[in-house]
């Protein structure tokens, strides 16, 4: 597998080349790269329902795949691969999944910044 991360905002063309014993395949694809918008907008620390809400404000839908949360205890969560979340809207990530101390500063972390 071969990936490639963008650093700047732009249109960009893409050609893939691919070869298999016998034969050989291009193609083209336009990938369009901007400045996220992603943000954490409430944080809950109810005993038995803590959690951090993120919405994307974003024109389109966000992969979180890299992103992460941090506390100021040094404390991190990764976000798996395809973690995605629609435009527009807002997703809620309980405590006990991320583990960490909802009580302390916190930060959402894009990793190209």
């Known amino acids: 597998m071969v990936s490639h991360r963008y650093t700047r905002s732009g249109i960009y ?5 691919a070869a298999y014993p016998n034969s050989l395949a291009v193609d083209r694809a336009t990938v369009t790269v ?14 038995d329902d803590s959690f951090i809400e993120v919405k994307n404000e974003s024109d389109t839908d966000m992969n979180l795949y890299e992103w992460s949360f941090a506390d100021s205890h040094r404390g991190e969560f990764f976000f798996p691969k395809d973690t995605i979340i629609e435009k ?10 991320i583990g960490l101390d909802l009580n302390s500063m916190l930060a959402l972390r894009d990793p190209l910044k």
Request: no cysteine; aromatic share 6%; proline share 7%.
């Open 88 to 97: 527009g809207r807002s997703v809620e990530f309980p405590k006990e999944i």
């Open 13 to 17: 063309v893409v050609v893939l080349n």
């Open 34 to 47: 901007f400045e996220p918008k992603v943000m954490i907008t409430h944080v809950s620390v109810e005993h």
